[in-house]
């Protein structure tokens, strides 16, 4: 049984940082692509960021350059290191699984329809 548990959220000023984490269990997260969506309230899900199997990430253009995602494959864990927040990164976090290949094109990891294991999300509220 597959399950990803997200942890670290919380509320902080803007400005401030956050670290979430996806533990996984059921699976080897290095086996597969780790994903990082967000959804905020009366928005849509909004891809953040995804480490590849290989190792390397790519991330959402609004988070470029504040949020970065690294994985822990001793632990199977994945984190989403978020910088800089703004109020408009508050959101449901989401932590999700994807079987994709090493040759997957970029546009793959920001579908969410191609993550088959998702997480039950953790709140981030970033206040003014």
């Known amino acids: 049984q597959v399950q990803l548990v997200e942890s670290g959220g919380g509320l902080v000023q803007a400005g401030g940082s956050l670290r979430l984490s996806c533990a996984a269990s059921?699976?080897?997260?290095?086996?597969?692509?780790m994903g990082w969506f967000r959804q905020a309230p009366g928005k849509e899900r909004e891809f953040v960021g995804a480490?590849?199997?290989?190792?390397?990430?790519l991330y959402g253009e609004p988070v470029k350059g504040r949020f970065s995602i690294s994985r822990d494959v001793a632990r199977n864990t994945v984190h989403l290191q978020m910088n800089s927040l703004q109020p408009d990164d508050t959101a449901d976090y989401y932590c999700?699984?994807?079987?994709?290949?090493?040759?997957?094109?970029?546009?793959?990891?920001?579908?969410?329809?191609?993550?088959?294991?998702w997480g039950q999300g953790t709140q981030v509220t970033v206040s003014s």
């Open positions: 059921g699976l080897t997260v290095s086996n597969f692509a």
């Open positions: 480490v590849r199997r290989s190792g390397t990430t």
């Open positions: 999700a699984a994807a079987p994709l290949s090493y040759y997957a094109i970029a546009s793959f990891y920001a579908d969410a329809g191609q993550y088959h294991y």
